[in-house]
């Protein structure tokens, strides 16, 4: 079994910066991809940002520039830094997670709010 759990969500203004963080734990030995979807209310859930464990990233292009995915270097919790953020990055946050670049996001965390207002 996996779990994961996402923490830093909350409330910034736009232009300001959030980080999340994903903590993975159980049987992971098998994980090869990380990632972070959203989804915004009324909208489909949309991947942000993967990370392989290669350190290969890849980003949605409205992320790119301003995001950022890493990793720790126990592969054990990963991260999206989101700078200079804006009313239309709102929405539940998720970190995914899955064992092959084919297969499906099988793990996900409970999300997390990100409210950009002022």
């Known amino acids: 079994q996996v779990q994961l759990v996402e923490s830093g969500g909350g409330l910034v203004q736009p232009g300001g910066s959030l980080r999340l963080s994903c903590a993975i734990s159980g049987s992971i030995s098998n994980i090869n991809f990380m990632g972070w979807y959203r989804q915004a209310p009324g909208k489909e859930r949309e991947l942000v940002a993967a990370?392989?464990?290669?350190?290969?990233?890849n980003y949605e292009d409205s992320a790119k520039g301003r995001f950022t995915i890493s990793r720790d270097t126990a592969w054990n919790t990963w991260y999206l830094q989101m700078n200079n953020l804006k009313p239309e990055d709102t929405a539940v946050y998720y970190c995914a997670a899955k064992t092959s670049w084919n297969g499906n996001w099988a793990y996900w965390g409970q999300g997390t709010q990100v409210t950009v207002s002022s």
């Open positions: 990370i392989n464990n290669g350190g290969v990233t």
